[in-house]
């Protein structure tokens, strides 16, 4: 079984910054591409930052210039530098990950959420 646990979500002022993380843990083989998505109370679930296991990133336009996605050098934790955070920021933020164990390949996983709340 694969966990992806969230921390660092928070109350912030406009203008300030947070740091997510997510660790996954589990029987692990590998895991391709961790993300970040967030979603705000009425609208869908949106892709804020994705980074494959080759540091490749993209982002939503949204947030460019703004967010850094990172992996550790285990690959198995990502972080999500937040800075110049705005009041439309505010969401629950979700990682997910494509995890490969000795069962399953690509296997699409979701952490539970963390709140980043943004006031103006």
């Known amino acids: 079984q694969v966990q992806l646990v969230e921390s660092g979500g928070g109350s912030v002022q406009a203008g300030g910054s947070l740091r997510l993380s997510c660790a996954a843990s589990?029987?692990?083989?590998?895991?391709?591409?961790m993300g970040w998505y967030r979603q705000a109370p009425g609208k869908q679930r949106e892709l804020v930052a994705r980074i494959t296991k080759g540091g490749i990133t993209n982002y939503a336009d949204s947030v460019k210039g703004r967010f850094t996605i990172t992996r550790d050098n285990t690959k198995t934790t990502v972080y999500l530098q937040m800075n110049s955070l705005k009041p439309e920021d505010t969401a629950v933020y979700y990682c997910?990950?494509?995890?490969?164990?000795?069962?399953?390949?690509?296997?699409?996983?979701w952490g539970k959420g963390t709140q980043v709340t943004v006031s103006s």
């Open positions: 589990g029987s692990i083989f590998s895991i391709n591409v």
């Open positions: 997910n990950a494509g995890v490969t164990t000795l069962a399953y390949y690509g296997m699409d996983c």
